[in-house]
C-alpha cells in the first residue's frame, strides 16, 4: 500500500508537560505558604478593603482577599517587592498559583489599582492582627524578651560609614607629618633664634596647640591678618602656622571618630552613631554591601 503523501504532522515536541490535577502536590509539605494560609485564613480582613461600589458592567472584578495575600506573601518572602515582580512571581512561582487558586493571574496595573483605591488607610494594622493570631495560638510570652544574633537594620543613612582601623591609620600618617613639619620650623624659623621643637611619635592636641600659641608669639603672627585667595602670597610662617592648625583638626577629628567607635566596634554611622557597618540578611542591594545595623 502506498501513502498518498509523505506529508507527517510535526507540530508536537519529544518532552511532554504533564501537571497533576491537585497542584499542591508539587508543593512541600513544609513552604512557608501553607503556614501563610493557615493564619489569613483566620483573619477578617474586610476592615481593609474599601466598601463595594456597585459596578454592574465590565469584567468579574479580582478576589480582594487573594490579592492581598499574594502582595503579603511577596514581601514576606522577597523583602521589597516591585509590582512587576509580583505580576512574574503569580505567572511562574507555582506558590502564588496556589494562592490565587486558579484565577487568572493579575497585571502589575491590576495590583497598583487595588493597593491605591481598594484598600484602607489602616492596613498596618493587619500585621498587629496576624501577630496577635499567633501570640495566641502558640502562647506566646509577652512579659519576656528573648535576644539572639538578629541583625537590625537602622533608620542611617548608608554611607555615612566611619572605620575605626581606618583613622587609626591615618592617624600614624599625620603623626609622621607633624613630625616633618616640626623639623621644617626647626630648621627653617627657630634655629634663627636658638630655639628647638621637640619631636614625638605621638602628638597630643594640647601640645600642638601649645606650639602654636609659642610659634605665633615668637613670630608676632596674628591670625586675623592673614592672606588668602589668588594673587596674594603667603609668607612662610602663615604657611607653616596653617598647615600645623590643618594637622590639629584631622588629629582632633580621628580622635572624636576612635572615641565614638569605643573598644567593641570597629565602625558607626555618621547619623546614627549607635549602628554599625554590618552584613545582614536582607541585602535588598544585592551587591553583599554593609549596611547600618544594630546586633542585639
Not at 95 to 101: G, K, P, Q
Not at 134 to 149: M, R
Not at 190 to 215: F, M, P, Q, V, W
Request: glycine content about 4%; aromatic content about 12%.
Amino acid at each position: 500500500m502506498q501513502l498518498i503523501n509523505n506529508k507527517t504532522n510535526d507540530n508536537y515536541t519529544v518532552k511532554q508537560l504533564k501537571l497533576p490535577l491537585v497542584i499542591e502536590k508539587l508543593i512541600n509539605i513544609s513552604n512557608p505558604v501553607y503556614t501563610f494560609c493557615d493564619v489569613m485564613d483566620h483573619i477578617d480582613l474586610t476592615p481593609y478593603f474599601v466598601e463595594g461600589k456597585g459596578y454592574k458592567t465590565g469584567r468579574p472584578r479580582c478576589d480582594a482577599e487573594k490579592l492581598l495575600k499574594v502582595i503579603l506573601f511577596a514581601f514576606m518572602e522577597n523583602g521589597y517587592c516591585s509590582l512587576r515582580e509580583i505580576e512574574k512571581l503569580c505567572n511562574n512561582d507555582i506558590r502564588f498559583m496556589y494562592l490565587l487558586d486558579e484565577m487568572k493571574a493579575p497585571t502589575f496595573a491590576t495590583f497598583g489599582n487595588f493597593i491605591r483605591n481598594e484598600l484602607t488607610t489602616n492596613i498596618e494594622d493587619i500585621f498587629n492582627d496576624i501577630n496577635s493570631y499567633i501570640f495566641d495560638k502558640e502562647k506566646v510570652d509577652l512579659n519576656h524578651t528573648y535576644i539572639d544574633g538578629t541583625k537590625i537594620e537602622a533608620n542611617a543613612n548608608k554611607y555615612t560609614w566611619v572605620w575605626k582601623k581606618s583613622c587609626t591609620r591615618n592617624r600614624l600618617k599625620v603623626f609622621g607629618y607633624v613630625s616633618e613639619l616640626i623639623d621644617e620650623i626647626n630648621s627653617q624659623v627657630l634655629n634663627n633664634y636658638g630655639l628647638k621643637i621637640e619631636t614625638r611619635d605621638e602628638y597630643a592636641i594640647e601640645y600642638l596647640e601649645e606650639i602654636l600659641d609659642k610659634y605665633a608669639e615668637l613670630t608676632s603672627l596674628n591670625p586675623d591678618t592673614f592672606v588668602h585667595g589668588k594673587g596674594r602670597r603667603k609668607t612662610l610662617y602663615q604657611r607653616q602656622y596653617e598647615k600645623l592648625t590643618n594637622y590639629k583638626e584631622r588629629l582632633k577629628t580621628y580622635a572624636r571618630h576612635i572615641e565614638i567607635c569605643g573598644d567593641n566596634r570597629n565602625s558607626y554611622s555618621k547619623t546614627d552613631h549607635s549602628a554599625s557597618f554590618m552584613r545582614i540578611k536582607t541585602d535588598y542591594m544585592g551587591n553583599d554591601q554593609l549596611l547600618p545595623a544594630y546586633n542585639l
